[in-house]
């Protein structure tokens, strides 16, 4: 094989463009991963529309951090994990034909996942979230926004006999929600009328979990105003535009904990991404149901794009390499 490969390149606002680069080696500790595909992260859209501090040209392959393929490549003091197996990883530069990634942040694909696309980090942040909520039978949940990873909670949630009440903008959401087992949904476009539906569904004492997964300040408001007393509010959506306001009144009369459910410690990451493969073998999530749109790695603007303009029926893009 060549020293060359494929791979996507940020060359300026809103341009990715694919040129021929050094195809990169495994240090020690590391695996190379021949990469099938990459997920389209929704924290992508701002670093490829640009941001006051961007450079340019970027990283090749950069941005792509939800890679998954076959290890080609080894590094010194690699054990457990050999050429030929098809691995999910933590890597960061999978918009690429190869990616390295550490070895202690690469987990086996069991046969069930052959032929299907994994993006194994997503699924695995999901797992995390749902975690962190600490989700009890019984209870009603409330999930703001039905994208990705409020899909996969919803799921989750309702496999554990949690009550969830999808809250969405988009139809094609709220009937994803529905088929992975939201016992109502809502239309996200009116707050007080939003609020009113919770409570004849809930009661007085509205949702002891809320999760919001919409990334924006109006949702984040609906959050504080749909959790009960004492209950959790999960902050699962990227906030990633620019700071928020928050009601600290609402929430101290409330006496809610508040969870930011973005992990950062590479152990807690590893660890939701092997359960994510656990749960996807096992049959618990169908990733079909949520892989909708697939580009190939010439087309990953418009993959951006549509991730950015969330056509009808979009859930999430792959890039197929």
């Known amino acids: 094989m060549s020293g060359k490969m494929r791979a996507a390149v940020l060359t300026a606002p809103g341009r990715f463009e694919i040129a021929e680069v050094v195809r990169p080696e495994p240090g020690p500790g ?14 992508n859209l701002e670093p490829w529309a640009g941001q006051p501090w961007s450079t340019w040209p970027g990283e090749p ?30 890597g960061q530069r999978s918009y690429a034909e190869f990616d390295t990634a550490p070895a202690g942040l690469t987990v086996p694909l069991p046969a069930e996942l052959d032929g299907m696309a ?5 699924f695995g942040c999901a797992i995390n979230v749902y975690h962190r909520a600490d989700i009890r039978a019984g209870q009603w949940v409330a999930v703001i926004g039905s994208g990705f990873i409020g899909a996969v909670v919803t799921r989750l949630a309702a496999r554990a006999g949690a009550r969830v009440i999808a809250i969405s903008r988009r139809a094609s959401s709220r009937e994803l929600a529905e088929a992975m087992g939201a016992q109502a949904t809502i ?12 409570r004849a569904l ?5 949702c002891p979990r ?22 959790r509010l999960v902050i699962a959506g990227y906030h990633q535009d620019g700071p928020r306001q928050i009601n600290v009144q609402n929430w101290n009369w409330k006496g809610i904990d508040v969870i930011n459910a973005h992990e950062r410690d590479p152990q807690v990451q590893r660890n939701g991404l092997e359960r994510a493969v656990a749960a996807l073998a096992e049959g618990w999530i169908d990733p079909g149901q949520l892989v909708t749109h697939a580009f190939p790695l010439e087309e990953i603007n418009e993959a951006l794009a549509a991730t950015r303009d969330r056509p009808e029926g979009f859930v999430k893009a792959v890039i197929r390499l």
């Open 30 to 43: 590391e695996v190379r991963i021949r990469v099938e595909g990459c997920g389209v992260c929704a924290s």
């Open 118 to 122: 994994v993006p194994g980090e997503p």
């Open 202 to 206: 809930t009661g007085e004492d509205l």
């Open 61 to 90: 392959g950069g941005l792509g951090h939800e890679g998954w393929g076959r290890i080609d490549a080894v590094g010194d003091g690699v054990t457990g994990l050999v050429p030929g197996q098809r691995v999910v990883a933590l």
């Open 210 to 231: 809320v999760i919001e997964c919409a990334g924006a300040q109006w949702p984040l408001d609906l959050a504080g105003d749909l959790i009960g007393f004492g209950g």
């Open 187 to 198: 239309a996200m476009d009116d707050h007080w009328r939003i609020i009113e539906e919770v």
